[in-house]
């Protein structure tokens, strides 16, 4: 059984530039939520999809957007990059009153 | 909006020695989560707890849910090298989807 799968592993961008990373949530889920994670810090929540809608969001700017598809996948999409957008991006999928379960992330580098 | 504060930040023992941090928030939770990341991998669920004073065991680790619902505990006892990682705790309230997480505990053991 797969748990939650990111892509890519790693992504170096450059300023201005938009990025796209995808997430597959664990067989069973129906929730995916979006974490950025800085160097030293615990993961800051973006925002959770349910139902191809955006449930809930944290304090991030209009840049960072989303998507679930109907076989519940979700993209986290970043436009017009700053350096300060440089983190480990998690994706966590969960069901009605279950913990998160975090995918492995995706590095993004922003040059 | 809710604030974590983890402690301590890092830690340095010996191995075989018993480990305990703890995790304090500004506000009541009805669920508390203890996570543990290795370089390069996304968090990973140790213990969820779901009610005050709340004992839970997996293995070596032993965490609690505060009677005040404030606060939680995580100890692990006789650790061996493969505990080293990032402890974080998270935690949310009675109508939230939506974790909040500290800032992690770095825990060094040394064979």
């Known amino acids: 059984d797969a748990g939650v799968t990111q892509s890519p592993t790693h992504l170096i961008k450059t300023r201005g530039q938009q990025v796209t990373l995808r997430c597959s949530p664990k067989s069973g889920h129906d929730t995916v939520s979006w974490y950025q994670q800085a160097l030293g810090q615990g993961p800051q929540f973006i925002f959770q999809?349910?139902?191809?809608?955006?449930?809930q969001r944290g304090n991030f700017p209009d840049r960072f957007s989303g998507h679930q598809f109907p076989n519940y996948s979700s993209e986290l999409n970043v436009n017009a990059l700053l350096l300060g957008d440089s983190a480990l991006y998690l994706c966590?999928?969960?069901?009605?009153?279950?913990?998160?379960?975090f995918g492995n992330g995706t590095r993004l580098t922003v040059t | 909006g809710q604030q974590l504060n983890q402690s301590p930040q890092s830690m340095f023992i010996q191995e075989g020695e018993d480990v305990s941090m703890n995790c304090t928030s500004s506000?009541?939770?009805?669920?508390w989560l203890w996570y543990k990341q290795d370089p390069g991998e996304g968090p990973v669920l140790l213990i969820a707890?779901?009610?005050?004073?709340e004992l839970t065991s997996n293995g070596r680790l032993t965490a609690q849910f505060g009677i005040t619902r404030k606060d939680s505990f995580l100890n692990i006892s006789a650790s061996i090298p493969s505990d080293v990682g990032i402890y974080f705790c998270a935690g949310h309230s009675g109508g939230s989807y939506i974790p909040t997480f500290g800032r992690g505990t770095s825990l060094i053991v040394h064979p």
């Open positions: 966590a999928s969960s069901s009605f009153n279950s913990p998160l379960h």
């Open positions: 707890l779901y009610k005050a004073g």
């Open positions: 999809y349910y139902e191809e809608e955006e449930r």
């Open positions: 506000s009541i939770f009805n669920t």
